[in-house]
T-cell receptor, first 114, second 109 residues
Framework: DAGITQSPRHKVTETGTPVTLRCHQT?????MYWYRQDPGHGLRLIHYSYGVKDTDKGEVSDGYSVSRSKTEDFLLTLESATSSQTSVYFC?????????????FGSGTRLTVV | GEDVEQSLFLSVREGDSSVINCTYTDSSSTYLYWYKQEPGAGLQLLTY?????DMKQDQRLTVLLNKKDKHLSLRIADTQTGDSAIYFC?????????FGRGTSLIVHP
């Protein structure tokens, strides 16, 4: 998607290892979000950021941490990956001044924990 | 807390109209959105409606909003196989959006 990229696109990791997913935007948007998507659950918010170094927890934040040291990057870290964290992870961005235009999503990272 | 509900599946014949329904609970929602997700891709904003409107039309798409009943619907006219996807309803009353679980639209010949 234009203006927002996620990396890696796919990853397989072992239980107990740390994993970091990256979301990069070129839109200079203030708000950034991390979601996970699982069958039967739809999208669930993990963490979000409302500015550099300003982050807060979502509904499923246990086992995840985030960092935002500059406007364009929002990192999601699984401190010690578990099989329950196998999922598709989406990053989204939103401009503070254009609420009517909704959110722009990245293409997702498919993470498999074995 | 806020909640957004949608039916999980809808199957239609090509050329027919599709209607996807959504209910929400947050009466302060300023905007309501429909997103489309194709297989293997992220969500893309399809259309949105401001809470003081009751209808919005955009080519084959018609959004109806019943604010009293907190009911939102998306009608797709002349549904095509390329419309097969998951459709998410979302409410945007704050900067923490709430999404429904998505409706899988299956279009068969």
């Amino acid at each position: 998607d234009a203006g927002i990229t996620q990396s890696p696109r796919h990853k397989v990791t072992e239980t107990g290892t740390p994993v970091t997913l990256r979301c990069h935007q070129t839109e200079n948007h203030r708000y950034m979000y991390w979601y996970r998507q699982d069958p039967g659950h739809g999208l669930r918010l993990i963490h979000y950021s409302y500015g550099v170094k300003d982050t807060d927890k979502g509904e499923v934040s246990d086992g995840y941490s985030v960092s935002r040291s500059k406007t364009e990057d929002f990192l999601l870290t699984l401190e010690s990956a578990t099989s329950s964290q196998t999922s598709v992870y989406f990053c989204a961005i939103r401009d503070a001044g254009q609420t009517n235009y909704g959110y722009t999503f990245g293409s997702g990272t498919r993470l498999t924990v074995v | 807390g806020e909640d957004v509900e949608q039916s999980l599946f809808l199957s239609v014949r090509e050329g027919d109209s599709s209607v996807i329904n959504c209910t929400y609970t947050d009466s302060s929602s300023t905007y309501l959105y429909w997103y489309k997700q194709e297989p293997g891709a992220g969500l893309q904003l399809l259309t949105y409606i401001f809470s003081n409107m009751d209808m919005k039309q955009d080519q084959r798409l018609t959004v109806l909003l019943n604010k009293k009943d907190k009911h939102l619907s998306l009608r797709i006219a002349d549904t095509q196989t390329g419309d097969s996807a998951i459709y998410f309803c979302a409410e945007g009353g704050s900067y923490i959006p709430t999404f429904g679980r998505g409706t899988s639209l299956i279009v068969h010949p």
